[in-house]
Structures are given as C-alpha cells and as structure tokens.
C-alpha cells in the first residue's frame, strides 16, 4: 500500500466550539459529559426516537424545519420537528392498534421516502425492533432477512411489494403488511389481505406516551454479510444514540443551524445512525433526495438547499470524479463548509480532488455495521493525511493485534481491533450468539479489518482480513450469492469473489461449473445473469460470471476462494498443500 503522508491544513475556524471541544477533551474523555447533553426519559429511560425529535419540541423548536423532501419524480415536502413528532406518533400508535407489542420485529422495504423515517422513529417510540432493508434487494434477501428476524410486520410500497410476493407464505411470522402508496403513484388499489398506511394513520392518535424504553432495550437491527453463512442481524440498543449524538457533532462538525445532506440509503446503517439520528438529535435541518445518482442533480441540490455539511460515498465521488471539476465549478457551492464520506476507504487522489472540485476535501472515516457510530475520523479541526481513515474519537480504544490479542507497535500491519464497551456497541447477532462471541478476544472487539496505525496516530486501512465484497460501500458475503447461483438447474458449484474496479472498488464475479449435459455458452451466461439479478436484485448480483471445468477446492470440499481470486488477478497462488488432487 501507498503510504500518502500529505498534510493537508484544517479548513475550518479553530475557535469553532465543536472543534476545541473535540481537541480538549481528547484526554480527559467521560461518556457521562455526553450523557448529560442528551434529555432522559422521566423515569430514567432513554429514547432514540425521542432524543432525535420529541426533545426540540419539548423545548421551544418545534416550529425548526427538520425534513427537507425532494421525490423523484420533482415533489417537494416539508416537515418541521413538531410534525415529525405527531407523524411518528400517528405510527407508534398505528402498530399499538394492530397489536404490535415492544420488542417485536418491524421491517422497512421502502425508498426514500418521508413515510420511511415516520415508520422507523414510530416503532423505536412504542419500543419495537426496527429493521431497514435496502429498497434495490431482489426476493431472496428479503426472505432470508424476515425470516432470520421473525418479523411480525413490514411496511413497504406497491411497486416492491410486487416484487417480493412469492415469498410470504414462507413467512408464518409475518402478520402485518402496511403499503404505502406514496401520492397515488400506483393505480392499483392496496390489495385486501394488506394495509393502507394513509387509513391506517388518518384513524391513530396524533399523541403518544409515556415513552417506556431504556438504554439497554434493542432499537435497530441490520443484517451485515459474512462468507459463510447467511446474512446476520447485528441488533443495536437506544444506548446507540449517545454516540450518534456526538459523532455528529464531532466526527461531522453538525450545529444546529446546519443543512445537512447524508445520501446513503435507509436500508444500510449508516442511513440510520447518519441518515436519521445523527442530524436530528443535533436538531439540524436535513435534505433527503429519493432519485438515484446523478452528478448534476446531486450539485443542484447542494446549491439549491444551500447544503452546508454533505456525507457522502466513496463510490459516489468517484463517479462526481469522472464528470470533471468544471460541472462542481458551474453551480454556488459556497455554503458547503464540511463534507465527508464512508463505506470504504477513501482512495488519496478523492480527497484532494474534492481541494481542487468543491473547495474542500473530504473527510474519510471508519466504522462498521456492528459498531454502530464512527470510531476513526478525520476531524474538520485536524490535519488530514489524505488515504488515512484518521484519527480515534474520544473514548473510543482501537489497536492493531496479532492473533492472540497481543498489541502491535507503530507502523506494523495486523487486525484491527477495538477495546470494548462504546455506547453504540452491537450487542448480539440475532438468534447466532455463538458468532457474535467468536468477534471478541481478550477484551477486544475483532473488526475483520487489517490496518497499521502511523507513528503520529492515524489508522490506515490494508484490506479485509476475510472474503468480505465491498462493492459500492456494500458489503457481498459470497455464500449469500453462491447459494443463489446454485438454485439454476445448470449449476453444479459456485465460487465468488470481489474483482478491483476503479469506481466500485470491487465488483462480484462469480466462478461456476456446470452440471452433466449442460455446455458452456454466452447464452447459458447471460441465463444465469439474469437469473442472479432476479434472485438478489442488480446491487449484489454478479457483474460477471465465468463457466469453468471445476472449482479448486481443498480435499475436506471447501471452495478456495483465495486461489481464484489470485488466478483471476495473476497474483502468487501460495501454498496449495490443502488442494484437492485431480
């Protein structure tokens, strides 16, 4: 790896108090300051929901807009703080009605849409487990998801209901579909054996309490990808917001008088923690934009909304990259004053093409599904090396270890670990305890990242210590694609990998060998695209597939997945002792 030691100068005032608050503190840290910021429950509790939003109105913002919408297709809403509270009241009140007890699964499969945020803060107030699914996932996915979860309810819309049908009646758990036909955009009426939101909501209470959750009881959960194995649900607890709340504050430089857009998805975590809880309890207005990428239109927002702090991917700035600095250089920026991004590391040449594009760079940091909030960050108040993931938040304790827990000195590579407890911690893999054990060692929180940490303290990322996909900022467990690939009549075996490709840092590619009297062919492999994509929608589907002879596997029938990664890349295949003779 290429060590990039450019320093690049802080571009924001140092008397910010956010900044100096971060610099004093570094030391002299106590998780029971932040505590304090945040306003409990009267009974001692604590409420995701209602830090983000009920708080501000409690004290006199009510009237503060909170939610800026723009639809794809042109529509505009508003809400303030006070009509987000009584909207997600309307909810928490609308899943009481149908019985919905706390501690019961509820399931987002929807777009970007206002409903979206509605449903996740009405469930975290009546004290349900809310779970987001990414709206691009195909059939498969999803099932595996509700089912692992035992979901009671989901809540989605006409078009990605279509898309899933022929999965529920596996699905004995599942009681409630809630549809949502955003503005009538379906003609088709909401079908019998399902629930209209609208009717739904017009018959609820617009007040709800007392709010009765504590920091211990489980808020979120979203499913992260491993390679073996399906999909598992790290399930977070309403402790979580306090990080939320201070990372947005520090790691993303939010005040309250801030516009704020975050683009990622609600179906991932970080569309949760930086999508919906961060902002709000820093009680910021946020931008939220339901279409799809588009380097214009993503300008036009920024300058039309007067965006002033913008998170943002990777993947997405490389692509800002290939349209030039000219199209930035047409539109007013000059109210953005912070802009960062996350997902996957954060290639040198992006953050200094965001110096010469937008007039900033950008701040890469790093975190996890399981950890819930930022741990590692470039600060707006630091100088950033730029392809460094930064520098640790306050009482957070990363190290680089060996196998045995054993800390490594400056300038080594090794896991990347965390000491533990942080108040976003994820506290179990649902329903796989003995997993979520395996990920701790000697008070360590293994991340399955490998790293080294530079002699001035910042963290640099090396790679995946495991067969983890990254493509796009979304983490492709090769089992979950595999076991999809081997359902077509034709596939004897599958083997996945992540390919390097410039704009999603890695692509899936998949292996496979054929079944006695099928023959290779473009056709059988444009079949078998299809057929995947179907399965597993186009974001986790394989970019390409290769028919070959046989997978290289070891004598016990394991898939070597590493030999046709190097085979693919023309790299050293190493030791092959465990191979499986022909």
Known sequence: MQKHQTIMKPTSAKDDPNLSDYQNTRESFDWSDVEKELDWLPNGGLNLAY??????VAKGNGEKLAMIWEGKNGEKETYSYDQMRIETNKFANSLLNLGVKKGERVFTFMERIPEIYFAVFGTLKMGGVIGPLFSAFGPDPVKDRLENSGASVLVTQPELLKKIESIFPSLPNLKHIIVVNKNGRSSEPV????????????????EFGPIATTRDDYSIMHYTSGTTGKPKGAVHRHNAVIQHYLTGKWCLDLHENDIYWCTADPGWVTGTSYGMSAPWTNGVTQVIYEGGFNARKWYQILQDYKVSVWYTAPTAIRMLMKSGKELPQSFDLSNLRFSASVGEPLNPEAVEWGVDAIGMPFHDNWWQTETGAIMIANYASAEIKPGSMGKPLPGIFPGIIDAEGNEKSDGE???????????????????????YDSRFVAGWYLTGDEAYRDSDGYYWFIGRSDDVINTAGHLVGPFEVESALIEHPAVAEAGVIGKPDPIAMEVVKAFVSLKEGYEPSTELQRELMGFARQKLAAAVAPREIEIIDSLPKTRSGKIMRRLLKARELGLPEGDTSTLEED
């Open 413 to 435: 590579e090794g896991n990347l670990a965390v000491k533990t407890p942080w108040p976003s911690m994820f506290q179990d893999y649902w329903e796989q305890r003995e997993r």
């Open 191 to 206: 079908p019998p054996n399902n629930l209209d939101y609208y009717k739904l909501m017009s018959d609820a209470s617009e």
């Open 51 to 56: 830090e983000a939003i009920d708080r501000h």
